[in-house]
């Protein structure tokens, strides 16, 4: 779904960075009341573990592959503001250090993976958990939906930006029937993908789960025969629901594992837009990246030989720098949160 220099015109893909940068920044804002002692620590591995994850392409159908969009799994575990900013500074990193979706074609990238994914994926994720019985699978089924309606919804929107910009002649009827059914078989991928990782970590801390808060079932008292609500306790100290420290490493091991040695057994095969534009044409009057000179361009180290090293330290430097530039955008937001909070900027009225 990376969309590459030359596929779209330059007015469109002008437009679409400012509309990108508008929901960036009203993501910015939005984030600052997402990012808590919770989410905070885990936003920038959020960032990180999409990064990996998208490096391992799966196949799919007649010679084509998938990855993960990452959308409904950032949203769903961080929050939506945050969600957009975790995908956002993924594409950021892949276009800058792996000339890996085009620079002017960056603002369509994020409206079309970063924003329609997370947007799309939230509102039915949080439309289904009102109508669910309350509990895990319940949040478990929600992610599944919803990262799977995300990835189709995608591909819509890509059919209207090219509609509206493309730079060469092809019905758009045929465009829009090879993406979206491409791209319903690819979300059946995403879906899996992150009900399995939504669901590993509601296992395990359901309140680092920013979409599952709020949604425990409530505790029962037999009282005269009959099944009363509890009355609710009092929150228990962050202390006390243990560190962060253990969800961390593991994520982070995790994400190194998959970009350093499990992405070498990705599939081969091209991913679903660039099969589409092989196949109707679309691809003809793509454009040369102008990061295409980079060391690790290509997901691979420049002068090292062996491929499987090669690809190995090149996903393992791509984790190591999403991690730390994910965390340090989400560390300012969350200081900014804490200053405009703390006691000296309440005014008290009488």
């Not at 995790?254 to 099969?275: I, M, Q, R, W």
Request: proline fraction near 4%; charge should be positive; include cysteine.
């Amino acid at each position: 779904m990376h969309v590459p220099d030359g596929f779209i015109n330059a007015p469109v893909s002008a437009a679409a960075g400012v509309a990108a940068a508008g929901a960036v920044a009203v993501s910015l804002r939005g984030a600052r009341r997402e990012l808590d002692e919770r989410t905070a620590p885990l936003a920038g591995l959020v960032a990180a573990f999409i990064f990996a994850v998208q490096m391992l392409n799966f196949p799919v159908a007649a010679g084509t592959s998938g990855h993960l969009l990452g959308g409904a799994l950032a949203a769903i575990l961080v929050g939506p503001c945050t969600g957009v900013l975790c995908v956002s500074v993924v594409l950021l990193m892949q276009g800058v250090l792996f000339a890996d979706g085009g620079l002017t074609a960056l603002g369509v990238n994020i409206t079309d993976m970063a924003i329609t994914t997370t947007v799309v994926a939230y509102l039915v994720f949080r439309g289904l958990v009102k109508v669910l019985p309350r509990g895990r699978r319940s949040i478990t089924v929600a992610s599944f939906v919803a990262a799977f309606l995300s990835v189709p919804a995608a591909a819509v929107v890509f059919t209207l930006i090219y509609a509206i910009g493309g730079t060469t002649d092809v019905s758009i009827g045929k465009v829009a029937t090879a993406m979206v059914g491409v791209h319903v078989l690819i979300g059946i991928g995403e879906a899996v993908i992150t009900a399995l990782t939504v669901g590993a970590v509601v296992a395990v801390r359901p309140d680092l789960v920013y979409g599952a808060r709020g949604l425990h079932r409530p505790l029962k008292l037999r009282v005269a025969g009959e099944l009363v609500d509890a009355p609710d306790a009092a929150p228990a100290p962050v202390a006390a629901r243990g560190s962060h420290r253990k969800v961390w490493i593991t994520g982070l091991v995790t994400s190194l594992v998959l970009a350093g040695f499990v992405s070498f057994y990705a599939s081969a095969n091209p991913d679903g837009l660039e099969k589409v534009a092989h196949d109707k044409g679309i691809d003809t009057k793509t454009e040369k990246h102008a990061s295409d000179g980079s060391p690790l361009a290509g997901y691979g180290v420049k002068d090292v030989g062996d491929a499987r090293l090669s690809g190995g330290l090149a996903g393992v430097i791509g984790v190591g720098v999403t991690v730390v530039a994910g965390s340090g955008i989400f560390w300012v937001l969350r200081r900014r949160r804490t200053a405009d909070t703390s006691p000296s900027q309440i005014t008290e009225t009488v």
